[in-house]
């Protein structure tokens, strides 16, 4: 991890981007440019999970302009929707273990 001096921060913000599935590959560079158009420079990636990035404080000001929220901490896939599948999944394993039952009597 990324130590900081006084100096260091000084005129800059940071912020951490998290993802319920693996950033990594053509996922890591997408998120890498799409962080860019708000001016969001790569620091760290601590892990497929989550990265940091930096970028000026002047570049607030063009916020308003911004086509992706320029302060999100998500990227990918909910953890709703993560939520969601898995249980629909299992409904589904549930419903086919049973209804294999029904066929095999």
């Not at 601590?46 to 063009?62: G, I």
Request: hydrophobic letters at 40%; a positive charge; proline letters at 3%.
């Amino acid at each position: 991890m990324t130590t900081y001096n006084p100096d260091d921060l000084n005129g800059w913000e940071f912020k951490i981007v998290r993802s319920s599935t693996s950033i990594s590959g053509d996922k890591f560079l997408r998120l890498c440019e799409e962080e860019a158009q708000n001016g969001w420079e790569l620091v760290e990636k601590f892990d497929d999970y989550r990265v940091r990035f930096k970028r000026p404080v002047a570049r607030r000001a063009y916020d308003s302009q911004a086509v992706i929220d320029p302060y999100r901490t998500k990227f990918g896939i909910s953890d709703a929707k993560i939520i969601l599948l898995v249980v629909l999944g299992s409904f589904g394993l549930f419903l086919a273990f049973i209804l294999g039952r029904m066929m095999l009597r």
